[in-house]
């Protein structure tokens, strides 16, 4: 985004302006934290799915717009995460029925990431919290 906007003025702006806007992108850009995270989640996500198959998507994730789809189950037990504390459906199935679920995710400590990192190290304690308190 950084970079398409600092272009976008320049096409716009031209010279001057527009350079310093480009300079300082690549600035901004040549100092931000670096990662491969998503690439490497990506690359493995793909992995996954080969080796996985097309799995279906689990009964309660499905829409139910007719009256047959509610019958046959979809939506039936579907947790609206914004309905629920800290807009989040803590324990939720997402995976597909018979695969384990993985963290194909691993940010990094640096940067956005490492805000990132913290969230998702949370939200699996919201997680454990559920489990436990189902397991009671």
């Not at 001057?16 to 690439?39: D, H, M, R, W």
Request: overall charge neutral.
């Amino acid at each position: 985004e950084i970079a398409l906007n600092a272009w976008q003025i320049q096409e716009r702006l031209g010279s001057p302006e527009g350079e310093l806007t480009l300079a300082q992108a690549i600035i901004y850009l040549a100092c931000a934290a670096k990662s491969n995270a998503v690439y490497k989640a990506f690359n493995e996500t793909k992995r996954l799915v080969s080796t996985q198959g097309s799995l279906e998507v689990p009964n309660h994730l499905r829409n139910a717009p007719s009256s047959l789809m509610r019958e046959q189950g979809f939506g039936k037990g579907y947790r609206y995460a914004h309905d629920e504390p800290e807009g989040y459906a803590a324990d939720e199935q997402y995976f597909p029925d018979g695969m384990t679920p993985t963290q194909l995710y691993q940010p990094t400590e640096r940067g956005l990431e490492g805000r990132i990192s913290e969230k998702l190290k949370h939200l699996r304690t919201l997680d454990r919290l559920a489990r436990d308190k189902a397991n009671r």
